[in-house]
T-cell receptor, first 109, second 115 residues
Framework: GEDVEQSLFLSVREGDSSVINCTYT??????LYWYKQEPGAGLQLLTY?????DMKQDQRLTVLLNKKDKHLSLRIADTQTGDSAIYFC?????????FGKGTMLLVSP | SAVISQKPSRDICQRGTSLTIQCQVD?????MFWYRQQPGQSLTLIAT?????????ESGFVIDKFPISRPNLTFSTLTVSNMSPEDSSIYLC????????????FGPGTRLTVT
């Protein structure tokens, strides 16, 4: 089955850019997603990218997709303390999503 | 997008008992799912809740342990039966639309502790 890997932890200073990386195994994946989970809350869909795209920008968020290397990244510009959360990469299969283990982003003032 | 609520938000239960978790969506959706998120782990899909028919379970999950109902397009329940401490987890309901773009929206989760 699909395997999705993420680094577990990232620490940045407020105002810096954050880059969260994700790799996956199934090259037939059509859509790839980034979710955010704040403490005690459910998952919030942040953004997604279709597999025929290389890049998608949405305000402070930039998603980069390298389909050849099966590598997805999420860049957060001007990171704020409110961005501290766990970020999950998810890859769409036939009718379900496979999630990575999540990257905990800690933003210090 | 869809707004999803879950009840209860948390519970502490004794070994051997059962707990039913409710999931309510504010609009009619095609797909509803139940996930488990164990401490420090990713989300694991338990089953797809099908309206009007039996749920479709993922490998490692069985109906006797996790019976699911979905009586209509906006509501589903998950029961965790004969609980053991290994069932301590966050249980998340999600809902989405089928199609090429597969957006799923998640409820806030139910934090279950089994003693």
């Amino acid at each position: 089955g699909e395997d999705v890997e993420q680094s577990l932890f990232l620490s940045v200073r407020e105002g810096d850019s954050s880059v969260i990386n994700c790799t996956y195994t199934d090259s037939s994946s059509t859509y790839l997603y980034w979710y955010k989970q704040e403490p005690g809350a459910g998952l919030q869909l942040l953004t997604y990218i279709f597999s025929n795209m290389d890049m998608k920008q949405d305000q402070r968020l930039t998603v980069l997709l390298n389909k050849k290397d099966k590598h997805l990244s999420l860049r957060i510009a001007d990171t704020q303390t409110g961005d501290s959360a766990i970020y999950f990469c998810a890859v769409q299969g036939y009718s379900t999503l496979t999630f990575g283990k999540g990257t905990m982003l800690l933003v210090s003032p | 997008s869809a707004v999803i609520s879950q009840k209860p938000s948390r519970d502490i239960c004794q070994r051997g008992t059962s707990l039913t978790i409710q999931c309510q969506v504010d609009s009619q959706v095609t797909m509803m799912f139940w996930y488990r998120q164990q401490p420090g782990q990713s989300l694991t899909l338990i089953a797809t809740a099908n309206q009007g028919s039996e749920a479709t379970y993922e490998s490692g999950f069985v109906i006797d342990k996790f019976p699911i109902s979905r009586p209509n397009l906006t509501f589903s329940t998950l029961t965790v039966s004969n609980m053991s401490p290994e069932d301590s987890s966050i249980y998340l309901c999600s809902a989405g639309t089928s199609g090429v773009l597969y957006e799923q929206y998640f409820g806030p989760g139910t934090r279950l502790t089994v003693t």
